[in-house]
Nanobody, 127 residues
Framework: QVQLVESGGGLVQAGGSLRLSCAASGPNFSSYTMGWFRQNPGKERESVASITWSWSGDRAYYTDSVTGRFTISRDNAKSTLYLQMNSLKPEDTAVYYC??????????????????WGGGTLVTVSS
């Protein structure tokens, strides 16, 4: 069983930055594929970024709308996943969720691929 708890959401002006964190419990965090997702009311949960291990080091993947602005990373010693969000736009406003998949998967993963979910943290970007 894996438990995930997000933090770091809040209100920020357009052009600003936020860093989200996701604390994970459970064994073998470094072997999980982790992802950040976001959702607005009445819309599907969309992929933002994923990170997975490889023999040459962690690999990160991003959806087009956040490439160059967001950075996903993790600290395996702390079992914590991060999402650094820069140059925020009003359209980035959403509830952000972190999720874990026990097996390695490459690429930006769809929500249905993930095995465990956190409760979400709200990010609001004002114009």
């Amino acid at each position: 069983q894996v438990q995930l708890v997000e933090s770091g959401g809040g209100l920020v002006q357009a052009g600003g930055s936020l860093r989200l964190s996701c604390a994970a419990s459970g064994p073998n965090f470094s072997s999980y594929t982790m992802g950040w997702f976001r959702q607005n009311p009445g819309k599907e949960r969309e992929s933002v970024a994923s990170i997975t291990w490889s023999w040459s080091g962690d690999r990160a993947y991003y959806t087009d709308s956040v490439t160059g602005r967001f950075t996903i990373s993790r600290d395996n010693a702390k079992s914590t996943l991060y999402l650094q969000m820069n140059s925020l736009k009003p359209e980035d406003t959403a509830v952000y969720y972190c999720a874990a998949k026990i097996r390695q998967r490459m690429g930006v993963l769809p929500a249905l691929e993930m095995d465990y979910w956190g409760g979400g943290t709200l990010v609001t970007v004002s114009s």
